[in-house]
């Protein structure tokens, strides 16, 4: 397969046989998107062909979507839907049963009644996930299937693309998680910069060689951590607790310090506050209780930088150009 308009794809050629998970890695503008966006007809090579058991997924788009299940890495989904009457839509469609969904469902933690607008980014991924395969496909491509999953739904989810593979169900999975793809695929494929870098067994490879493959150079990915000694406070949260949207306590009675020269990490499962919390620094959520101190005086939001979960929906203005965007800030 071969791009003559930009797209950054060239002399694409990649095999899978049923029953086999396919490892797609490649760093970003690869081509693995694009590649994975014209076997399910939404884009049109200039030259080559892509086939599913022998249907051609360009010329009939419409029968491909019948046997592929597509979970692209930004899903787009109607917001003021819930989760429950998404997987009837989609069973109905192919007259089914919502078991099968709901069971996932259950398994993933989600709340069916909420709307997708109430859910975080992480639990709209997961209803995306279920929905690719709710019909259980012959094929099958997720484009960043974990990247918002904890390890338990993790192990989930890699445990359910075996039992589909052992149903002879052809998977595609592309991931920059290195050790997941070894451990969940067969074979893995490298893109670099549109093209084939090598297709090998994930047996006979390991991270090291995939990365190196993946940017073309040698990687160490052995981190060395130098210590550091802490400053000044600089950042002080004191007993706060923040609301989500839905006027509960996302964040109760937290308190921690941030000193000059440190990065602070804060983990936890989606949807336990993290957002709730980077917003109340940010001052877009009020705070319930507690206070926020800066060091200096240093009380203005436009002085702390945020990159939001959901870079699309709160941190960019799609339709604007990259110049206007950049400039946001420089206006009140």
């Known amino acids: 397969m071969r791009y003559k308009n930009g797209k950054g794809v060239g002399d694409i050629n990649i095999s899978v046989d049923n029953g086999e998970v396919k490892g797609l890695l490649g760093p970003n503008g690869a081509g693995k998107s694009t590649t994975m966006r014209s076997l399910m007809g939404f884009l049109m090579p200039s030259e080559g062909s892509l086939s599913v058991e022998g249907i051609d997924t360009i010329e009939n788009p419409v029968e491909a979507k019948k046997i592929i299940g597509y979970l692209p890495g930004d899903p787009q989904l109607p917001q003021n839907l819930n989760s429950k009457s998404l997987f009837k839509l989609g ?105 084939v870098v090598d297709t090998m067994s994930t047996g006979v490879t390991t991270t090291h060689k995939l990365a190196e493959m993946m940017v073309g150079r040698e990687v160490n990915l052995t981190q060395q951590k130098i210590p550091t000694e802490k400053g000044n406070i600089v950042l002080e949260v004191k007993n706060i607790e923040v609301k989500n ?68 929906k709160m941190g960019l203005i799609l339709n604007f150009s990259i110049a206007r965007n950049l400039i946001l800030k420089l206006f009140r």
Do not use: W
């Open 91 to 195: 069973a109905d469609m192919r007259g089914q049963s919502t078991d099968y969904a709901m069971e996932l469902s259950e398994k993933f933690e989600l709340e069916v009644d909420q709307t997708l607008k109430e859910l975080s980014k992480g639990n709209r991924q997961k209803v995306a996930l279920i929905l690719a395969v709710l019909h259980k496909p012959k094929a099958l491509i997720l484009d960043e299937p974990t990247a918002v999953l904890t390890l338990v739904e993790v192990n989930y989810l890699l445990n359910i693309l075996r039992q589909l593979a052992r149903n002879n169900h052809t998977i595609i999975f592309i991931s920059h998680k290195l050790e997941e793809v070894i451990n969940v695929c067969d074979t893995v494929t490298v893109l670099r910069r549109g093209k």
């Open 245 to 312: 949207d839905l006027g509960l306590s996302a964040v109760h009675n937290l308190s921690f310090q941030l000193h000059s020269g440190e990065i602070l990490g804060v983990a936890g499962v989606d949807g336990n506050g993290q957002r709730e919390l980077a917003d109340g620094i940010n001052g877009l959520r009020s705070l319930e209780k507690g206070e926020i101190n800066f060091a200096d005086n240093l009380t203005d939001k436009f002085k702390v930088g945020y990159i939001p979960e959901d870079r699309q």
